[in-house]
Every structure is written in C-alpha cells, then in structure tokens.
C-alpha cells in the first residue's frame, strides 16, 4: 500500500499496490512501471559536481542533498565511489563502441532508480518524471484521454478496444467495443507495445486524436477530442434472488464515490445479499479502502500501521454504517494490498465469507516521496495489520471458503468462483 506526501494523495498505495500499478490492462491513461536496470547502482549518490564532463556533460545532475547522511562503507568511502563512477564515465566515453547512441538522461536515471533497487525491497521503487506523472494519474483514477480500455493478445500485434465509457470521447466519436486498432494518427500500430500505442492517444484536454480501426471487417475512422477522464473501476448488477454483485477492479481515488453509489443503487432495488468481487485487484489508495469500509464495519479498528521506530496508528470505523446483509467476499491469489486490508477486515469482524484462493500476502505500506522535480520515491515504511492484530505479509488472507476458477470450454461465461460466492450468500439468506 502506498502513502503518498507533500499532500499528493495522502496515501497512495497504501497505495499499496501502487506498487501493483501495472496490474491495468491497457486503459487508455493508465500508468505503468517498467523494469529498466536491474542491477542496482550503488554510487547514486555521487554524481552532483563531480562528473559534468563527457558523457555525462549534458546529463541531468544529482542534487547535493543526496550527499547528507553516511553512504560510505567499512569497504567503501566516499571519494572511492566517486573515483569509481569516474572512472566507468572515462572508461564508457574512450571504448563504448555505440557512444554517439548512448542517452545521457537514460544512464542517470538509471543510477537512481538502480540505487533504490540495491535495497533488495520490490516495493520501494524509483520513478523517473514521466512514470511518476503516469503512477498520479492511475492512483487518482483521473487522467486526459478518450475514455476507453485496448487490449492486446500476446503473441500479436492486434489491438482490441475492450470498454468505451459512456458519455466519454470515445463514445461520442463513435469507437465500439471490439474495434481493432490499427492506426493512431499517422502512427501504425504494428509493432509497438501498448504501452506506446496508449501514450499517443492520451494528451492535452481539448485537442483531437485520429483512432483508425477495423470494424466488421471494414475500415473506419473516429475524431475523438480529449477530456479529463474518470476511470470506472466499479462495475455492479443485482443477480439473482436479489444478491446484488460489486466488482472493485482497484482502489483509486475515484472509487469510492463509485462504490458508495452502487450500494445506495442496490439498496434501492432490494438488495438481500452481497458479493464483493476483489478477484484480481492489485490494490491502491489507502484512504480510500479504509472510507470503503466504513460504509461497512461496525465499530473498531479498520486497520492499525507500525512503522521502524514501533509506532503504531489506528484507523478506526464509527459503526454508523454496518452492513447487516449477508456478504461474500471474493479473492484470488492476485488480490493484494488494499484488497487484503479489505477482506482481512471483513474477516476479522465475521459480517461476511471470504471465498475464492488465499490472497497474495502484500502486507507492507509504502509512502509516495517528492524529490521536487517532477520524479518520485515509492519507499516502504511500514507493515499494516487486520483489526485482530494479524500480518498478513508473505502470507495473505486464507478463505473461508476455498475455491479454485475452473474453466469450462463449453460454458466460457461460467464462474466457478463467483457461482459459490452467491451460493454462500443464499445460504445465509436461509
């Protein structure tokens, strides 16, 4: 989970799984981290006035303030490890065969994030400016686009547009679901990830974008005009005997309103039962899955932090809202983050099942640091545990109720899994 500071969200992952940001399918202005260099660099911290010549001359410089604190080693002191990044400097600039080729801001960030990989934590991660505008954007669930969600099927170059939000850009310029894009502007698809083919069609509000795509079998053009965009992370319907069904896809900043206007709407049309559907949902905003579960719990603990120094803070619930219905909550072993914080509660409280597969175990919080020049620290500063007091890191939350997803090549709609959440549901119905 994250937290955020400089008042950026205040917390993001637990913005958890704002380490899991890439778990979006290819939404159009989703953000998602790369892995660019594995090996962490350890003399990050040297840079700043020493090398401003060759290679480095028109590269980025690092702050002074990465010079305060002790980085040097029983091994290692500080004049070796500048001596040292010297040294691979001249050594890059008199042998590396493609130098003309070498991208100078690419080789500094690459030692910033490579010295927040050598913690050895997959949590803690370094964002360069353009990731970390990418990673706001995906934790807030706001961004410019058209409105729309493409997927793409390994192996191919195909482009599928998956969702077109209603009354968004896209919808009004006329994409379908099931379009295949294959031209954006005077871009060709082919060959590109979809990560590149989304940044075209994000941009500046008020401008257009040209999305070709192949529908039916025939060729046809769309002029979309970009807007601010609110991604739909929450989808419901009422199923049958009157169980209503909330799918939360993450936990961004928009949810909440989301999910808090799918109960009233399933209130009012009778609801007898509930299912919450956390299959897959790497997590996200902090605040926002403690707020979500206030429209649930009794009163208590939500969820309780400790951070390096044994300090320890509490979120509590009033108890205004408790959920008096019979609930399930489904989750598999992709559900993370937030989504344990949620079903860890729901468990510890006992209003409702847990169904599915034990869930992924990310049972750390992480806080989102401005560096102040557009580029961000994602760094894990504390464990979280449920409201009786459990860890759930490296281990997850165990079901009460365990159920494997079973494919079923007659019956592609089936839902092994969601058919025994509404079975639990009925059961307590009776």
């Not at 850009?169 to 060959?191: M, R």
């Not at 905003?285 to 579960?293: A, E, H, I, R």
């Not at 899994?417 to 009925?426: I, S, T, Y």
């Amino acid at each position: 989970m994250d937290q955020t500071s400089n008042n950026q969200n205040e917390s993001d992952e637990i913005k958890m799984s704002r380490g899991s940001v890439d778990a979006n399918e290819g939404s159009l202005g989703s953000g998602k981290k790369k892995s660019r260099f594995g090996i962490g660099v350890l003399v990050g911290i040297v840079i700043g006035a020493v090398i401003i010549t060759g290679v480095w001359g028109a590269a980025k410089v690092v702050s002074a303030v990465f010079f305060k604190g002790n980085f040097a080693t029983e091994s290692t002191s500080r004049s070796d490890m500048e001596h040292k990044l010297d040294r691979l400097n001249a050594l890059i600039e008199k042998y590396y065969l493609y130098e003309d080729e070498i991208d100078k801001d690419a080789l500094v960030e690459g030692i910033y994030s490579g010295y927040a990989g050598a913690l050895g934590d997959p949590y803690t991660e370094y964002y360069d400016e353009q990731e970390a505008k990418e990673l706001f954007e995906t934790t807030n669930g706001e961004f410019f686009g058209i409105g729309a969600s493409m997927s793409k099927q390994l192996g191919t170059d195909e482009i599928t547009i998956v969702n077109v939000y209603e009354d968004s850009p896209a919808d009004k310029a006329g994409l379908k679901s099931g379009d295949i894009l294959y031209k954006v502007d005077e871009h060709e698809t082919a060959g590109y990830e979809l990560d590149t083919v989304v940044s075209w069609i994000k941009g500046e509000k008020g401008t257009s974008v040209v999305l070709h795509v192949l529908r039916d079998g025939k060729e046809v053009e769309v002029t979309a005009v970009r807007d601010k965009i609110e991604v739909q992370t929450v989808a419901y319907e009422m199923k049958e005997d009157q169980i209503g069904y909330i799918a939360v896809s993450e936990f961004d900043s928009v949810t909440y309103h989301q999910f808090e206007t799918a109960l009233e709407d399933l209130e009012k049309q009778g609801m007898k039962g509930l299912v919450i559907d956390l299959r897959n949902n790497p997590g996200g905003n902090f605040d926002t899955v403690t707020d979500m579960l206030k429209l649930l719990l009794p009163e208590g603990v939500i969820v309780s932090t400790k951070d390096k120094e044994g300090n320890v803070e509490e979120v509590t619930c009033d108890g205004a809202n408790e959920f008096d219905k019979p609930l399930a909550v489904l989750v598999n072993q992709y559900s993370a983050s937030a989504s344990e914080i949620f079903s860890g509660a729901v468990q510890d409280y006992g209003i409702g099942e847990i169904v599915g597969m034990t869930t992924y175990g990310k049972g750390v919080v992480q806080q989102l640091m401005d560096l102040g020049d557009g580029t961000c620290l994602k760094m894990t500063i504390a464990e979280y545990y449920t409201p009786n007091g459990r860890s759930i890191n490296g281990k997850g939350v165990e079901p009460d109720v365990e159920v494997e997803y079973e494919y079923d090549e007659n019956n592609p709609e089936a839902d092994t899994q969601l058919e025994k959440a509404l079975e639990v549901v009925k059961d307590q119905n009776k």
